[in-house]
């Protein structure tokens, strides 16, 4: 599929979704989160972000996860990509579990197999945008496959700003090159953090086609938060989170069955 689900519909074609799309998912487990509770601060400022939340992500496959805005969806996607622990639960990244991982362990990890586009981009300024999206290639002791950097660039409509620092793009531009440099490495599982949240809905568009065509070309896991119907339509699924925890999934979502769905939320 390389349309978004609505669209595959409106356009009067048959629904490639049936075709790819397996409720169980394609593959085995990318993400596992076990039981997984994160509470911050202490006593009466207490705040449990994610309460007891359990969920696999399947190989191969694109989410996306929605909710209000504090129902934990950026703490969801901090715990499983090992950005942040848990208070309390497993979180596994294929056959890994990073609890069990020393800090530097877990540094390389998601270096080498997570990708991460964060809601408030994380460019370095001092770095122009190649520097920026080769950055995790650069750590990594990896040399950039031009080809894909090529194309990655392109994609995202950032070929002509290549020399800029973060300090002379505009919000939406930057978050292109924080979604070019997370998926420069081909990793595993991409996480995204709305992004396209800044973007005009064509470039919007360009960046979900690019999320979504990694998941159908390469097999990559995607897992994207967005506020956007029309954004999670590009999605095999729309899990609702609502305060800290998974209260429903709709498969092959559209903006119309994910609207309605929010409105009983
Ligand atoms: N570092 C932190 N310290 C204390 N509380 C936090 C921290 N991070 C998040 N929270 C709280 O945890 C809850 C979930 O926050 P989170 O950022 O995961 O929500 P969200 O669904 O991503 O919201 P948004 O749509 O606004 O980005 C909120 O009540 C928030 O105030
Ligand atoms: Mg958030």
């Given at each position: 599929?390389?349309?978004?689900?609505?669209?595959?519909?409106?356009?009067?074609?048959?629904?490639a979704y049936a075709a790819t799309h397996h409720p169980a998912g394609p593959g085995g487990a990318a993400v596992t989160l076990e039981r997984?509770?994160?509470?911050?601060?202490?006593?009466?400022?207490?705040?449990?972000?994610?309460?007891?939340?359990?969920?696999?992500?399947?190989?191969?496959?694109?989410?996306?996860?929605?909710?209000?805005?504090?129902?934990?969806?950026?703490?969801?996607?901090?715990?499983?990509?090992?950005?942040?622990?848990?208070?309390?639960?497993?979180?596994?990244?294929?056959?890994?579990?990073?609890?069990?991982?020393?800090?530097?362990?877990?540094?390389?990890?998601?270096?080498?197999?997570v990708g991460f586009v964060f809601q408030g981009y994380n460019l370095v300024p001092s770095m122009d945008v190649e520097r920026n999206i080769?950055?995790?290639?650069?750590?990594?002791?990896?040399?950039?496959?031009?080809?894909?950097?090529?194309?990655?660039?392109?994609?995202?409509?950032?070929?002509?700003?290549?020399?800029?620092?973060?300090?002379?793009?505009?919000?939406?531009?930057?978050?292109?090159?924080?979604?070019?440099?997370?998926?420069?490495?081909?990793?595993?599982?991409?996480?995204?953090?709305?992004?396209?949240?800044?973007?005009?809905?064509?470039?919007?568009?360009?960046?979900?086609?690019?999320?979504?065509?990694?998941?159908?070309?390469?097999?990559?896991?995607?897992?994207?938060?967005?506020?956007?119907?029309?954004?999670?339509?590009?999605?095999?699924?729309?899990?609702?989170?609502?305060?800290?925890?998974?209260?429903?999934?709709?498969?092959?979502?559209?903006?119309?069955?994910?609207?309605?769905?929010?409105?009983?939320?």
């Amino acid at each position: 599929m390389t349309a978004p689900n609505a669209v595959t519909a409106t356009a009067g074609q048959p629904a490639a979704y049936a075709a790819t799309h397996h409720p169980a998912g394609p593959g085995g487990a990318a993400v596992t989160l076990e039981r997984v509770t994160k509470t911050y601060g202490s006593g009466r400022g207490r705040v449990t972000a994610l309460d007891n939340v359990s969920w696999t992500f399947r190989r191969g496959t694109f989410t996306a996860i929605m909710g209000a805005s504090g129902s934990g969806k950026s703490t969801f996607l901090h715990c499983a990509s090992g950005l942040d622990r848990p208070t309390s639960g497993t979180v596994r990244l294929g056959a890994t579990d990073l609890g069990e991982l020393k800090e530097t362990e877990l540094t390389r990890l998601r270096r080498d197999r997570v990708g991460f586009v964060f809601q408030g981009y994380n460019l370095v300024p001092s770095m122009d945008v190649e520097r920026n999206i080769t950055l995790p290639l650069f750590l990594g002791g990896r040399r950039a496959d031009r080809q894909w950097l090529t194309e990655v660039v392109h994609r995202v409509g950032m070929a002509e700003r290549l020399d800029h620092k973060p300090s002379q793009l505009s919000g939406g531009q930057q978050q292109r090159v924080a979604v070019a440099r997370a998926l420069v490495t081909r990793p595993e599982i991409v996480f995204a953090d709305e992004p396209t949240a800044a973007l005009d809905p064509r470039t919007a568009g360009h960046v979900l086609r690019l999320l979504r065509e990694a998941v159908d070309a390469t097999g990559q896991t995607v897992v994207l938060v967005t506020h956007d119907p029309t954004a999670a339509a590009w999605a095999d699924s729309a899990v609702f989170l609502s305060e800290g925890r998974i209260v429903d999934e709709l498969a092959a979502p559209t903006a119309a069955t994910v609207l309605n769905r929010w409105e009983t939320l």
